[in-house]
């Protein structure tokens, strides 16, 4: 028998997929995500108590849909499926699926109507997060519904003598209000489940497997500053001691005097093992008269490995790199287990790769979300300042630069970016707040100052809450808060006349406007 019970998510797409495993991590029972082309003998010899089918954006009776095997349904283990995973149960066990008279794409209130175990304890009414185009409209034989929105009537419903169960919204997003009691049903009261997985167990099996891989040689680690890549830095640490060496670029896109407090900050706590490499010349020349975002964060992704691999080639031998890379950067830029996700935007650490990299990379964290990071981060010892850090993109202020990259415009954003997050220190929001940043805009309107007109530049303000960054929600500050910003960012910025307050959510937003 396995050490610990596994439940297997089979991924057919879902920006969510990740989220469905990490939830269930939560519950205290490991969870692995399989690409929806697995075959059949493998997902068998892996012993699962319980399989769940992700969503997808695909219709089910579309040509070279993605599909599932039919025995799967044979195993014995129980089934849930998720979005396009309940179309697919309906579709190969003789059910309907077709598109929707009206599409659901978001909030939807729920409404039982029979109690079911997938179903205990849920209100009779609740709200849950929909996403989708097509529904279920003839439930195969053997299921009976469970429960319906104004949309969809068979929003639930399953076969309990076979225990296969399907869900037309998102119980894994924080949206659904009682997501977690669904899952929590599924794994405990059908699959029955035994809650022995702890966040010790991903530290301890993280080393093990490094120690592994890497043997006796050497390593460098691409340290930002940034929460992901100390946590990646400390956890390879941990498996590697003295073999370890943290490269930290200053790309020439970071923020107001980020470069000497991360200086500060690794040196001491890496002694010799931290090296500094000022390379924000050559990153800025090759950014030159560049207005594409996915163009730039290719460029910079490239010359971020050229960078690691001079580094590896002066310090001789090296042949691995850690980055701190987490899920929401690989699920945007492609499909993470070889399944149909659609890419969002690519990340300069995943698309962004060159075709010929010279290092084989280590990825600690690539099935991790922020918050997971941050707890992860905790029981390593870091500290809070790094820990609480708001997360910061890899590609820097390229991304918040909005059109050409200069080093003048650079300098406005450095500024606005600096008071803007200086106040919410002093108003105490900061800790409140998941991500908060200034963002340049290529915009420009005529103004008003000291009595002459003026044509200058527009600041954007970018705040939300989230927690694990799949999802945001733009953050209601004090308008009294948003009015000083605003006042000392036309004020003390040369070259802005106007600054607006990004309301938007994710989806259909990306928390970065790049």
């Given at each position: 028998m396995p050490a610990h019970d596994l439940i297997l998510v089979l991924d057919f797409g879902s920006q969510y997929t990740q989220l469905i495993a990490r939830r269930i991590r939560e519950l205290g029972v490991y969870s692995e995500i399989k690409s929806a082309y697995t075959p059949f003998a493998e997902i068998a010899a892996a012993q699962p108590r319980g399989l769940v089918l992700s969503g997808g954006p695909r219709s089910v009776y579309e040509e070279q849909a993605p599909s599932a095997d039919k025995r799967l349904f044979e195993l014995g283990v129980p089934v849930l499926g998720l979005c396009y995973g309940q179309q697919l149960i309906a579709h190969l066990l003789?059910?309907?699926?077709?598109?929707?008279?009206?599409?659901?794409?978001?909030?939807?209130?729920?409404?039982?109507?029979?109690?079911?175990?997938?179903?205990?304890?849920?209100?009779?009414?609740?709200?849950?997060?929909?996403?989708?185009?097509?529904?279920?409209?003839?439930?195969?034989?053997?299921?009976?519904?469970?429960?319906?929105?104004?949309?969809?009537?068979?929003?639930?419903?399953?076969?309990?003598?076979?225990?296969?169960?399907?869900?037309?919204?998102?119980?894994?997003?924080?949206?659904?209000?009682?997501?977690?009691?669904?899952?929590?049903?599924?794994?405990?009261?059908?699959?029955?489940?035994?809650?022995?997985?702890?966040?010790?167990?991903?530290?301890?099996?993280?080393?093990?497997?490094?120690?592994?891989?890497?043997?006796?040689?050497?390593?460098?680690?691409?340290?930002?500053?940034?929460?992901?890549?100390?946590?990646?830095?400390?956890?390879?640490?941990?498996?590697?001691?003295?073999?370890?060496?943290?490269?930290?670029?200053?790309?020439?896109?970071?923020?107001?005097?980020?470069?000497?407090?991360?200086?500060?900050?690794?040196?001491?706590f890496f002694g010799a093992a931290f090296h500094y490499v000022d390379a924000s010349e050559v990153f800025l020349q090759r950014l030159r008269g560049v207005t594409d975002p996915e163009q730039k964060r290719k460029i910079i992704g490239e010359q971020f490995i050229r960078v690691f691999e001079a580094e590896a080639r002066r310090l001789a031998g090296i042949r691995f790199l850690v980055q701190g890379t987490l899920y929401p950067?690989?699920?945007?830029?492609?499909?993470?287990?070889?399944?149909?996700?659609?890419?969002?935007?690519?990340?300069?650490?995943?698309?962004?790769?060159?075709?010929?990299?010279?290092?084989?990379?280590?990825?600690?964290?690539?099935?991790?979300?922020?918050?997971?990071?941050?707890?992860?981060?905790?029981?390593l010892g870091l500290s809070e300042s790094i820990i609480g850090r708001h997360p910061f993109p890899?590609?820097?202020?390229?991304?918040?630069?909005?059109?050409?990259?200069?080093?003048?415009?650079?300098?406005?954003?450095?500024?606005?970016?600096?008071?803007?997050?200086?106040?919410?220190?002093?108003?105490?929001?900061y800790d409140k707040t998941w991500q908060a940043f200034a963002v340049l805009l290529p915009v420009q309107s005529v103004g008003v100052m000291g009595d002459?007109?003026?044509?200058?530049?527009?600041?954007?303000?970018?705040?939300?809450?989230?927690?694990?960054?799949?999802?945001?929600?733009?953050?209601?500050?004090?308008?009294?808060l948003l009015a000083k910003v605003s006042s000392r960012i036309t004020n003390e910025v040369r070259g802005v006349n106007r600054v607006v307050y990004d309301i938007s959510n994710k989806p259909p937003s990306t928390i970065e406007w790049e």
């Open positions: 003789g059910g309907q699926v077709q598109a929707a008279p009206e599409r659901e794409y978001g909030l939807a209130e729920l409404e039982v109507v029979q109690q079911n175990e997938i179903l205990k304890e849920v209100s009779a009414r609740t709200r849950v997060w929909m996403s989708h185009g097509d529904s279920v409209i003839a439930m195969p034989a053997g299921f009976v519904a469970l429960a319906q929105t104004a949309n969809a009537p068979f929003a639930a419903f399953g076969d309990p003598a076979r225990k296969i169960y399907g869900l037309q919204f998102h119980p894994e997003v924080t949206h659904t209000e009682q997501g977690g009691r669904i899952l929590h049903n599924f794994i405990f009261q059908i699959c029955g489940c035994r809650a022995t997985w702890a966040p010790q167990n991903l530290i301890e099996a993280t080393v093990q497997s490094v120690q592994q891989r890497v043997g006796q040689e050497e390593v460098i680690c691409a340290l930002s500053g940034g929460v992901d890549s100390a946590v990646a830095a400390a956890l390879v640490h941990r498996a590697l001691g003295k073999q370890l060496h943290c490269v930290f670029v200053d790309h020439g896109l970071l923020r107001k005097e980020e470069g000497a407090q991360v200086r500060a900050t690794f040196a001491e950067d690989v699920v945007e830029s492609q499909s993470p287990r070889g399944g149909p996700s659609v890419t969002i935007k690519t990340h300069h650490n995943v698309g962004g790769l060159p075709a010929d990299l010279k290092l084989e990379l280590i990825e600690p964290l690539r099935d991790l979300f922020k918050d997971e990071v941050r707890r992860l981060g905790r029981a890899g590609p820097g202020l390229a991304v918040r630069v909005l059109g050409e990259i200069t080093p003048e415009r650079l300098a406005i954003l450095r500024e606005a970016d600096h008071i803007f997050i200086h106040e919410l220190h002093a108003s105490q929001w002459f007109r003026t044509y200058e530049m527009t600041i954007a303000l970018r705040a939300v809450a989230s927690v694990d960054g799949m999802t945001a929600e733009w953050m209601a500050l004090p308008h009294e």
